[in-house]
């Protein structure tokens, strides 16, 4: 239970009271998800120098509205100031976008620097913090990972955390590609620009 203590939460709430509103908003699995991505974030974020709690927190609470149902999402989406563009994609990417709103609502944080790697969580961004790219990396190699693949991933994200950016956004832009997904236009744009990072 140690890694779950939040010595700082960035909420009125205590750490207690995040992990349990987070317990009850999702099923054991993702719940377990989310532990990984924090465990994970944490050891990124001693690896590049940046607060680990912190980290730690934001992998944690990456996930929060996973489950929120589509018509949840759509009513924030048309009552709360979002790009109305939104309602042409689905969960996958309004989880992350539109997950902050529940964020904020629901666990009172509202740390931009935390909400913002939230939010970048599902599509990357063209300009990435740090926090960003640890929580973005978090998700995508955290221990419960078993695709083909992750093992080099990991690799790769742990020796350089912008490679490992580049990494993640070629492989899911060309899983996307084989199944003929909609690709969001930031995630491609992302990907020119971290391709070529060094």
Known sequence: MNELFFKKTFSPLSSDEIVNREKN???????????????????????????????????????????????????AIKTQGFDLDLLNWGPAIWHGIVGTYFIKRDLKITDEEILTAVRRHTTADTEMTTLDKIVYMADYIEPGRTFAGVQ???????????????????????????????????????????????
């Open 25 to 75: 908003n999702m099923d054991q699995h993702r719940f377990d998800h989310c532990i990984g991505v924090s465990q994970t974030a944490r050891k990124l974020a001693n690896l590049n120098g940046y607060d680990e709690d912190k980290a730690a927190l934001a992998g944690f609470i990456h996930d929060y509205a996973k489950q929120v149902s589509p018509a949840d999402f759509q009513t």
């Open 152 to 198: 080099e991933a990991r690799d790769v994200t742990y020796a350089n955390l912008d490679e490992g950016v580049g990494y993640q956004l070629a492989h899911t832009l060309e899983f996307l590609i084989s199944k003929r997904s909609k690709i969001y236009p930031l995630t491609l744009d992302s990907y020119n620009v971290w391709s070529i990072k060094k």
